[in-house]
């Protein structure tokens, strides 16, 4: 008799690129393999070393909504995405530490933020975290326009689209590539795991090594 399809599977929600390549080492921890690549296969749900794991492939904005509504047990996300999305319905046991960057403003060179962020100035702002600029210029009494963008915000200034960009900034190449000047840091950003309510109760005898093997992994 085939039992195979009635075992409780844990499903793990990750996006592809740097989340997957740094949430692998914490899995090996816990002594999960990933079977497949994800830069080379087309499969989206992908099969590990444990029967009862999988990997389903998702983008990064997607994750809190897959993990929140039951799609996938648990998951690794950014804590810019989350602060975007929401984290209603969503557990979150435990900074990662991985994926690190920072949220930052930035303008074009030569651009006088400190005159244009006055108070009573409006400015106009280019960003993908609408929800975080929209705080952050809100703590400093600066009056913005929003102008939401899906990528490439580095463009909102140079092209005159926007006086500033809020994005995340790593090493600061990419602002430096295009004549552009971190001139605020508002938070740092890393990515978090994120658990479903329900299965945190439901698997948690299956959840728990999981949970354990990823904290100390991280110490
Ligand atoms: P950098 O040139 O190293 O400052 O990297 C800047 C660009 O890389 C950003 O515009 C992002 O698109 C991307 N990036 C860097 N670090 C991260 C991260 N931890 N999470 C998401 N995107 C990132």
Redesign the pocket.
């Known amino acids: 008799m085939n039992t195979a399809s009635t075992q409780p599977t844990i499903t793990l929600a990750l996006s592809k690129?740097?989340?997957f390549d740094e949430t692998l080492p914490l899995l090996k921890a816990a002594g999960i393999e990933v079977l497949d690549d994800p830069e080379t296969t087309r499969k989206l749900i992908l099969a590990t070393n444990q029967p009862h794991v999988r990997v389903l492939l998702v983008r990064?904005t997607d994750v809190p909504t897959y993990v929140a509504l039951g799609g996938a047990d648990i998951g690794v996300t950014?804590k810019?995405t989350l602060i975007e999305s929401g984290s209603d319905g969503l557990y979150q046991p435990l900074d990662l530490k991985i994926?690190?960057?920072r949220m930052s403003v930035a303008v074009r060179e030569g651009f006088d933020y400190q005159a244009a962020v006055k108070q009573g100035a409006r400015l106009t702002v280019a960003t993908k975290f609408v929800q975080i600029a929209r705080d952050f210029f809100a703590g400093k009494g600066v009056h913005v326009d929003i102008i939401k963008l899906y990528?490439s915000?580095?463009l909102a200034p140079l092209t005159g689209l926007a006086d500033a960009i809020v994005?995340?900034?790593?090493?600061?190449?990419?602002?430096?590539?295009n004549h552009l000047v971190e001139v605020e840091f508002i938070m740092d950003?890393?990515?978090r795991l994120v658990v479903n309510q329900a299965a945190l109760k439901l698997k948690h005898d299956l959840l728990r090594p999981i949970l354990i093997a990823f904290e100390n992994a991280v110490r």
């Open positions: 690129g740097r989340i990064a950014g810019d994926a690190k960057c990528g915000m580095e994005d995340v900034v790593s090493t600061g190449a990419t602002l430096k590539a950003i890393s990515s």
